[in-house]
């Protein structure tokens, strides 16, 4: 079976901080992460997406992930968040077969 | 591009009603998903459609949830009949195929509250 952890619920930081929200995840087969963002009043839209290749990923808006297989963790990081990066994210990973499993999600609130 | 369509957007019914929610994925997608979001928690799948056909629902309670995707296009999940756990969103999304490279598009949701 698959899991997906989140270690913060809710972040708060000010604008131009860096960001780094932990996600941990438990599979034995091919890994499969991505991350997800919501913005308010907006669908869950896909910010970016390891499947094989460089494990540093970078994604839209200057979001970045880098997965290390020794921790199971796809961190997400930006190294100077705005206040419209307000939103909720979600760490997920997908099995080979297409089954998604998705963490509980971290508010992230920016102050202006 | 038009995105996933779902409907309604708020649904308020008493228990042991029933209850449905309609989803129109993008065109041209063959994968669509259904997944149930609780407050503070992560999507959870219920069943997801390779054309018309159900490839997993292991998820889904099939005591009270039911789904179809006629002619591979557009899908109702049901619900009948509810109960006061199943307050929730319902969530929708679909995919250019089900290969696991491929980005899930969702819906805005369906909130459903059960009184």
């Known amino acids: 079976a698959q899991s997906v952890s989140q270690h913060n619920h809710h972040v708060i930081l000010s604008e131009a901080a860096s960001l780094e929200l932990g996600c941990n995840y438990s599979y034995g087969g091919t890994v499969n992460l991505f991350w997800y963002v919501q913005y308010p009043g907006q669908h869950l839209q896909l910010l970016l997406k390891?499947?094989?290749?460089?494990?540093l990923v970078k994604g839209i808006k200057g979001f970045e992930a880098e997965f290390i297989k020794s921790k199971f963790s796809f961190n997400l990081r930006k190294p100077s968040v705005q206040w419209s990066d307000t939103a909720e994210y979600f760490c997920?990973?997908?099995?080979?077969?297409?089954?998604?499993?998705f963490g509980d999600g971290t508010t992230l609130t920016v102050k202006p | 591009e038009a995105g996933v369509v779902q409907s309604p957007r708020y649904k308020i019914i008493e228990k042991k009603q029933p209850v449905a929610f309609w989803c129109n994925p993008i065109s041209g997608h063959n994968t669509l998903y259904w997944y149930l979001q609780n407050l503070g928690q992560g999507p959870e799948l219920l069943i997801r459609?390779?054309?018309?056909?159900?490839?997993?629902d292991s998820q889904l309670p099939k005591d009270r949830f039911s789904a179809e995707r006629l002619k591979g296009v557009d899908s109702t999940l049901k619900i009948q009949p509810a109960e006061l756990g199943d307050s929730a969103v319902y969530l929708c999304?679909?995919?250019?195929?089900?290969?696991?490279?491929?980005?899930?598009?969702f819906g805005p949701g369906t909130r459903l509250t059960v009184l």
């Open positions: 459609y390779e054309n018309e056909e159900a490839v997993d």
């Open positions: 999304a679909s995919s250019l195929g089900g290969r696991v490279g491929n980005e899930q598009f």
């Open positions: 390891y499947f094989s290749g460089d494990p």
């Open positions: 997920g990973h997908a099995t080979n077969a297409g089954k998604s499993t």
